[in-house]
């Protein structure tokens, strides 16, 4: 994983456009194995970008966000009709749920996106501070744990 970015290259890389949460909830998806995923999933819209906040559960018994955050991507760029060119996903795995800390954990995650398969592959991640995603979606962050 890289570095923190700072946040100046958060903003440079994003910009500070007026945001505007879509969604929040539960979404369902089945990776590998045979039990369903689910994660918590905040959608915001800016000017120049769609921001997905992908968050692990711990009730999640399916594959981890982290494992298939291609996969979670693909589809919920298709099932909220988000176009994959704007898309910058962030992932988040609370303190609770991680096995050497207690604090949350963002990542902003690079994805390769393929349009003749429209599904997105290899991930890179790149650790992000609250702080700076609080800037990106423009709004304090108060995690509410779903389940």
Not at 3 to 13: E, K
Not at 70 to 92: N, Q, S, W
Request: proline share 5%; glycine share 6%; charged share 25%.
């Amino acid at each position: 994983m890289s570095p923190p970015a700072s946040p100046v290259t958060v903003i440079s890389l994003f910009g500070t456009h007026h945001t505007m949460k879509h969604h929040d909830g539960l979404f369902y998806y089945w990776g590998y194995g045979t039990r369903q995923g689910m994660c918590r999933i905040r959608i915001y819209h800016t000017q120049l970008h769609t921001i997905v906040v992908a968050s692990e559960l711990r009730d999640n018994r399916g594959s981890s966000v982290t494992s298939f955050i291609d996969g979670v991507a693909t589809k919920v760029a298709r099932e909220f009709d988000l176009r994959p060119d704007r898309l910058v996903v962030i992932e988040h795995r609370p303190g609770p749920a991680r096995i050497f800390s207690s604090a949350d954990e963002y990542t902003l995650v690079h994805l390769d996106y393929h349009g003749a398969i429209e599904a997105f592959s290899n991930p890179r991640w790149r650790l992000l501070t609250r702080e700076e995603v609080e800037v990106l979606i423009e709004e304090a962050i108060h995690e509410r744990h779903l389940n």
